[in-house]
């Protein structure tokens, strides 16, 4: 199968690469640094020239109010060069609980692109994944100075991005869903309980604050950010990941 993946040389996409090639397939990786360009379109039409699946899993530039135009011009424009070429199956990576955070800018924007591809002219496939393990660090860095870390008590279920690759991959290969799927880690942790594990973990002698105002998480209420039923549970435990040094 030939299978398109833009944004295919960033965090997920490049991982997705090698885990389709080494599965057989032929797979284009298409980004900015290949010299394709979603907001132009420039370079599009030749990277999604004969793919059957075309796997979207780039990221706006910024998680402010631009977002949602980053989303909406790029979404489209993919659409349009994929139904020109014939693509059969357009899969996107999204997040877990996203339509339901409505005051986050950047959650806004990825509804708006899951709408779009709903919308849209070919048959699709919806991955939402939880947090990011590798994303922790930085989530910590947002509110955090020389003393202390300042987060929020928000229950999240976070996931390595290698165990998102792999529900990639199969969701990619296999027939469309028209719907969409969860994928998340095995173990729900409140977001403050997360900061601990890390620090303790990184030999880091800064202390946890519970800060119900803190980061952009704060303003998650309740279990949104926590897979539903039929959720695609991955293997990998966030102590484990860590026991094992990974950053």
């Not at 199968?1 to 996409?13: A, D, E, F, S």
């Not at 979603?38 to 999604?48: C, H, P, Q, R, S």
């Not at 004969?50 to 979207?56: F, I, P, S």
């Not at 070429?85 to 357009?90: C, D, F, K, N, T």
């Given at each position: ?13 490049s ?10 397939h ?11 360009d ?11 020239e ?24 790029s ?9 020109r ?6 899969v996107?990576?999204?997040i877990?609980?996203v ?30 994944a ?5 994303f ?9 100075d ?28 296999a ?6 799927v ?30 119900g ?34 950053r």
């Open positions: 199968m030939k299978i398109t993946v833009i944004g295919g040389t960033g965090l997920i996409g991982q997705l690469v090698t885990r389709l090639r080494e599965g057989g032929t797979v284009v990786p298409a980004s900015l640094s290949t010299g394709v979603l907001l132009t379109g420039e370079g599009l039409d030749a990277a999604v004969g793919a059957e699946t075309v796997v979207n899993v780039t990221n706006s530039p910024t998680f402010d109010a631009a977002s949602p135009d980053f989303f909406r011009t979404m489209g424009r993919l659409l349009t060069a994929g139904e070429a014939g693509v059969r199956h357009q996107i990576l999204s877990v609980g339509d339901q955070v409505p005051q986050l800018d950047y959650y806004r924007a990825k509804t708006l692109q899951e709408e779009l591809l709903r919308n849209g002219p070919t048959a699709y496939s919806i991955v939402r939880t947090q990011f393990f590798e922790m660090d930085a989530v910590m860095s947002w509110t955090s020389e003393q202390t870390v300042r987060l929020p008590g928000t229950r999240v279920q976070p996931i390595a991005t290698a165990d998102v690759v792999a529900a990639l991959a199969d969701v990619a290969t027939e469309p869903l028209d719907g969409t969860d994928v998340a880690g095995p173990d729900v942790f409140p977001l403050d309980e997360i900061g601990r594990l890390t620090l303790a973990a990184r030999q880091d002698r800064r202390a946890v604050v519970t800060d105002e803190a980061g952009m998480f704060a303003a998650v209420d309740g279990d949104v950010l926590i897979a539903g039923p039929g959720a695609r549970i991955a293997p990998t435990s966030y102590k484990e990941w860590l026991a094992a040094g990974s």
